[in-house]
């Protein structure tokens, strides 16, 4: 079978490592939902988006399922790149939390569609993928609390409360901000 538009040649796909189709599986998976909304990512939106056959998908995925949880996961390990901060031991308790904050917004900012799918695959998650959810929520709890022990630990600063407590209210924070459109 010939490739068709915007597909690669099955002998050159044929040639591709299982990880890089998966990678750009994930990453035109990720411009479909951002740009048609998670109900529009079917496997053939996302191959003909990739510019791969459907086959290179089943090689690459077990189903589509498989290739959102995986969505999921890559998208909230590039959000914790984007708000730690460059140079934490020069910075007061309030300017690290800020630049934290600032990164956060940010990365809302460049990429606004990218953050609506981030929105559209929580949804989707607490829906029908809970334990994915959950494990969602336990990283951004995870990374929200290393990042206010790293914010206490440089500036010397106890905190008065529980820095769970603080955290979580970060975390509602957060929230909050990524609905709103910042461009």
């Known amino acids: 079978m010939g490739a068709g538009a915007g597909q ?16 750009a599986l994930v990453a035109a ?7 048609r909304g998670l109900h529009e990512a079917s496997t053939r939106a996302i191959v003909a988006e990739a510019g791969m056959s459907l086959a290179s998908f089943h090689y690459a995925f077990e189903s ?18 984007a708000i730690i901060p460059s140079n934490p ?15 956060y917004v940010a990365n809302l900012r460049a990429d606004p569609p990218h953050e609506q799918a981030m929105l559209e695959l929580t949804q989707y998650a607490l829906r029908t993928r809970r334990p994915l959810a959950l494990a969602q929520y336990e990283q951004y709890n995870r990374l929200a609390l290393a990042m206010l022990n ?4 440089h500036t010397g600063v106890t905190w008065s409360v529980p820095v769970s407590t603080v955290a979580r209210l970060l975390i509602a924070l957060t929230d909050g901000l990524t609905p709103i459109p910042f461009s």
């Not at 796909?13 to 998966?22: C, D, I």
């Not at 790293?150 to 630990?153: D, F, G, I, R, T």
């Open 29 to 35: 998976a990720l411009r479909v939902v951002a740009a």
């Open 150 to 153: 790293l914010a206490a630990e």
């Open 64 to 81: 589509r399922d498989q290739l959102i949880d995986r969505l999921i996961t890559e998208v909230m390990e590039n959000e914790e790149k």
């Open 89 to 103: 031991e020069s910075l007061t308790l309030a300017e690290l939390l800020n630049e934290g904050l600032m990164g």
């Open 8 to 23: 690669v040649p099955e002998e050159i796909m044929a040639r591709t490592p299982v990880q890089a189709r998966r990678r």
